[in-house]
């Protein structure tokens, strides 16, 4: 993976993943919560800004088959953190973490690599700031090779209350503490902005010639439906999944705040003389809710047509990766820390090798896109899936489908009786795939949008 960096970098480089000054590459890994396909300007997003991410597009490469591991959170940050299918650990089977018991009880195994304690054990500075959502409860960051954690620990939490632990116990209250690794604070301020001032305090705080893991996992625009103005209406809240609200104007204020944040967090590697050496990404955890916009694909989280899994993909790193570029390479979730490693010029772990690729090549045009082969399960509605080249088999609900994706998008056309070898080919191939994986256990859960919105009745 070292040799495949080598290889990408421009002509006079020192070293893969080396700085001019000799000070290694840094990464700032930016996961949005929630965020559709088609939610972003550079995605062709209509009635909304997002001109930050759009710079952010136009500098470096932007990828049009990007993927999620799964079409639910915890799941998909399983396959990020660990390079490799979610469904092969315990915590992975979990769609998503559903209590904070469950997120206690659950852990990731111990010695199991994970992207930050590679980049850790290679000297780098590790932070989350966001979200976790993940195995271990309070002490899961740290555990997970994270040297700072500024966040919270459950799948969602409101974005302007700060409750003591106490507080957010109680059965009526909707909100989560928000800790600075092991102790609760309670700053003021809209949290969307609070992340990105944290984000920044972690780069600067990186000493000029060190290297810095900065994991910024913003909760927006995942529920409740709070924009920046909506401060009052959080006082007033019960419950966070904040069903009986929401609209598509404070959807809206919610992704511009975020763009704004990303914007301030990118002003300051600007400003620190760190812009040039830090390769950013900016995707999302698994495919839209109730009010994205995933045109021109169908579906949502909670399924595995491609709305609910595939999200946006953005890439910036000036000194590896030309301006300008969009990319039809289908990538996974799980293929960030193998490619964000061959970036840096680092290994993964041997003994744990990673399901996914070091796309480093393809994205700086060293390499030309290659086709892929790529499975999903989900518990909810029976579904599973595989992407192969421009194939994928899909089942939902009982229901089977083959669509050719680079004809329709959309899958609305099943080629099934029309192409049946392939059909059969893709169905044999996940049931031997699907075998390798763990079993799910009788009282996992699994959430599903159908019975909770009109139009999954």
């Known amino acids: 993976m070292a040799g495949a960096g080598a290889a990408v970098l421009a002509a006079g480089s020192p070293g893969p993943g080396q700085a001019a000054g000799g000070r290694r590459l840094s990464i700032l890994f930016i996961l949005a919560d929630d965020l559709g396909f ?32 799964s079409a639910v959170c915890s799941a998909s940050r399983t396959a990020i953190i660990t390079g490799r299918y979610q469904d092969r650990i315990a915590v992975g089977l979990e769609q998503p973490i559903a209590s904070d018991e469950d997120g206690e009880r ?78 609760v604070i309670q700053p003021k301020g809209y949290l969307t902005d609070l992340l ?22 913003f909760n927006a625009p995942h529920w409740p439906w709070e924009g920046p103005g909506d401060e009052a209406k959080s006082a007033k809240l019960k419950s966070l999944r904040d069903s009986d609200s929401g609209n598509e104007a404070v959807f809206g204020a919610m992704v511009e705040a975020m763009d704004s944040a990303v914007g301030a967090v990118l002003a300051a590697l600007d400003r620190l003389g760190r812009a040039e050496d830090t390769l950013v990404v900016f995707t999302s955890d698994n495919g839209g809710e109730r009010f994205s916009d995933t045109w021109p694909l169908t579906g949502m989280k909670g399924e595995l047509l491609e709305g ?37 010029g680092l290994r993964p772990d041997p003994t744990y090798p990673p399901d996914g690729e070091d796309l480093i090549p393809v994205m700086t045009g060293a390499s030309p896109p290659h086709p892929r082969k790529l499975f999903w399960r989900y518990k909810a509605s029976e579904q599973s899936a595989v992407r192969s080249g421009d194939w994928k088999y899909l089942k939902i609900a009982g229901h089977e489908y083959l669509f050719n994706l680079a004809q329709d ?15 059969h080919r893709l169905r044999a191939e996940y049931d031997v795939w699907n075998a ?14 159908k019975g909770r919105l009109a139009d999954r009745y």
């Not at 972003?40 to 999620?68: E, F, K």
């Open 409 to 423: 998008e959309r899958e609305r056309a099943d080629r099934q009786a029309a192409e049946p070898a392939i059909f």
């Open 106 to 183: 659950l852990r990731l195994p111990e010695g199991r690599p994970t992207l930050p304690s590679l980049f850790k054990a290679a000297g780098y500075h590790t932070s989350l700031v966001g979200k976790w959502h993940l195995a271990g409860g309070r002490a899961g960051p740290a555990k997970a090779g994270y040297d700072y954690f500024f966040g919270f620990h459950p799948g969602a939490t409101d974005y302007f209350r700060r409750p003591t632990e106490k507080e957010a116990a109680a059965a009526d209250y909707a909100g989560a503490p928000l800790f600075e690794n092991d102790t």
């Open 196 to 217: 990105a001032a944290a984000a920044i305090r972690r780069i600067e705080a990186t000493p000029p010639t060190e290297s810095f893991l900065v994991s910024l996992h």
């Open 38 to 69: 088609a939610d972003l300007g550079c995605y062709g997003r209509r009635g909304l800004a997002t001109p930050n991410i759009d710079r952010l597009a136009a500098q470096g490469v932007r990828l049009t088959q990007a993927y999620a591991n």
């Open 436 to 449: 390798q994986m763990l079993p799910y256990p009788v009282a996992s859960f699994s959430e599903t949008p």
């Open 308 to 344: 609910g899994i595939r999200v946006p993909g953005i890439v910036r790193w000036p000194a590896g990766i030309k301006a300008g570029r969009t990319s039809g390479q289908v990538l996974i979730g799980m293929d960030w820390m193998a490619t964000l490693l061959g970036a840096a």
